[in-house]
């Protein structure tokens, strides 16, 4: 470890206690989606309860559905 990490650390430690020391990552919130846009989510619900009583309908027709609308 460099000293600059390590003042880094000790720096974070003070300010914020044992929290600061934590790894951060995991604490940001992604939306459920991810990046997808809502417009894009929105289609795909639309698809899937469209299809949602025909047992034969396959993903890719659900992906052709979105596409569409």
Known sequence: MTASG???RRHRYRRDGLVG????R??????PFGRIAPAVVE???????????????TIGF????????
């Open 6 to 8: 390590l003042k880094q």
């Open 21 to 24: 020391l934590a790894d951060g």
């Open 26 to 31: 995991t604490a940001k919130q992604l939306p």
């Open 43 to 57: 289609a795909m619900r639309q698809a899937i309860a469209e299809t949602a009583d025909a047992s034969s309908r």
């Open 62 to 69: 659900i992906i052709w559905r979105t596409k569409q609308g």
